[in-house]
Structure formats: structure tokens, C-alpha cells
T-cell receptor
Framework: RKEVEQDPGPFNVPEGATVAFNCTYS??????FFWYRQDCRKEPKLLMS???SGNEDGRFTAQLNRASQYISLLIRDSKLSDSATYLC??????????FGKGTRLHILP | EAGVVQSPRYKIIEKKQPVAFWCNPI?????LYWYRQNLGQGPELLIR????????DSQLPKDRFSAERLKGVDSTLKIQPAELGDSAVYLC?????????????FGQGTRLTVV
């Protein structure tokens, strides 16, 4: 079982729709959780951290369920500029950072 | 403040040739990572340094890959000899160890094509 698994993509959704990404992790000792965004031919960049209580940043909401070892990202009112690959990221003890394969999102006009 | 700097941005080499990539992390970041990213995949960790010590190189193909981080700052990743399957983007990242939430900052990567 892979350490971090994400929905296989791509997701093609119309502008204005709500999109949900799911991610599961296998190591119960995982300490920190993130969503990164990667544009085509660019490096990954931090989108948001994920807290146990859930957190929101504008149109983006991230949630963590430690019992189920599950992370989610919700994008509301999607924009064309949201088109990118979204990477689920888990940090293990000792700062080992593990990436999921990523889910590509295409927002359609 | 300068981010993570990598060079070269692009490299095309023939198979069996050697190649080296260089990374300068963000000043003060003691943890440095080398990742390899194939098309359509997420970054896969090759090696992780804490200061000058390689603390995780379990995924580094040691028969042909080597890395060093002298003085705990800059790092180089070398492949010798390169194979066709090594074509990928090689990403360097750095972070500040010990933070409650460890954010990794990436360089722009080196896109390697082996022909």
C-alpha cells in the first residue's frame, strides 16, 4: 500500500462548480498534513496546511480525520485559475515529507 | 529573500554519460531534499539531509546515483552513468527542521532528458 494515495484524475469540472479531493495515508504516526499545488512545468508550492479541527482559506477548505487517516480538500466556486495538479502531502517523524501522486484539475469555461 | 536555487534548468545528455545537478537551499534551512518527479506522478524522495548528514537515502539508487552536501549548505546530485529511464525532473527542496508544521520550499527543478 502506498504511503499517500489520492484520487486518480483528471477532474474536468465547469467553472463555478465545487470540487473535492480525497487523500488517504498509511502511516498512523504521520504528524503534519498539507495540500500543495503544482502548475504545469512548475515546482510544487504550499497551498494550505491541514489541521485536525479543519481549516478554511477563502474558497478552500481542508479537513483531516486522523481516525480514518483521511485528508480532504474542497474548492468552492472554482475558477479557471484553479486548474493545476493538487498534491496531498504528509510529514512523518523527522521531517520526512511524502507526496501523493497528485490529482490534476481542469476547470472548463 | 532568495528561494531555493537549482541549476541547470534543463539538461540533455546521451545515455551512459554522467550528469550533475546543483542546489542552493534557502539560507538557514537545515533540511534539504532531492526529489525525482516523472511525468504525471508526484515527487518521489531520493535523499534527505539534515545539515550535512544524509538521514534518509533509502530510495536513492546507489549503484549510479550519489549526492553530497558539503558544509551543510549547497548540495549536488550526480548520476553516473545515466540511463534512459532517468529522464525526469529533479527537484530540490529545503525546510527548517523542528517546526511544528514543516513546509518544504522547492526550487524550479532540473529537467533531465537522456537520449
Amino acid at each position: 500500500r502506498k504511503e499517500v494515495e489520492q484520487d486518480p484524475g483528471p477532474f474536468n469540472v465547469p467553472e463555478g462548480a465545487t470540487v473535492a479531493f480525497n487523500c488517504t495515508y498509511s502511516n498512523s504516526a504521520s504528524q503534519s498534513f498539507f495540500w500543495y499545488r503544482q502548475d504545469c512545468r512548475k515546482e510544487p508550492k504550499l497551498l494550505m496546511s491541514v489541521y485536525s479541527s479543519g481549516n478554511e482559506d477563502g474558497r478552500f477548505t481542508a479537513q483531516l480525520n486522523r481516525a480514518s487517516q483521511y485528508i480532504s480538500l474542497l474548492i468552492r466556486d472554482s475558477k479557471l485559475s484553479d486548474s493545476a495538479t493538487y498534491l496531498c502531502v504528509v510529514t512523518l517523524r523527522g521531517d520526512k515529507i511524502i507526496f501523493g501522486k497528485g490529482t490534476r484539475l481542469h476547470i472548463l469555461p | 529573500e532568495a528561494g531555493v536555487v537549482q541549476s541547470p534548468r534543463y539538461k540533455i545528455i546521451e545515455k551512459k554519460q554522467p550528469v550533475a545537478f546543483w542546489c542552493n537551499p534557502i539560507s538557514g534551512h537545515n533540511t534539504l531534499y532531492w526529489y525525482r518527479q516523472n511525468l504525471g506522478q508526484g515527487p518521489e524522495l531520493l535523499i534527505r539531509y539534515e545539515n550535512e548528514e544524509a538521514v534518509d537515502d533509502s530510495q536513492l539508487p546507489k549503484d549510479r546515483f550519489s549526492a553530497e552536501r558539503l558544509k551543510g549548505v549547497d548540495s549536488t546530485l550526480k548520476i553516473q552513468p545515466a540511463e534512459l529511464g532517468d529522464s525526469a525532473v529533479y527537484l530540490c527542496a529545503s525546510s527548517l527542521m523542528g517546526q511544528r508544521l514543516t513546509e518544504a520550499f522547492f526550487g524550479q527543478g532540473t529537467r533531465l532528458t537522456v537520449v
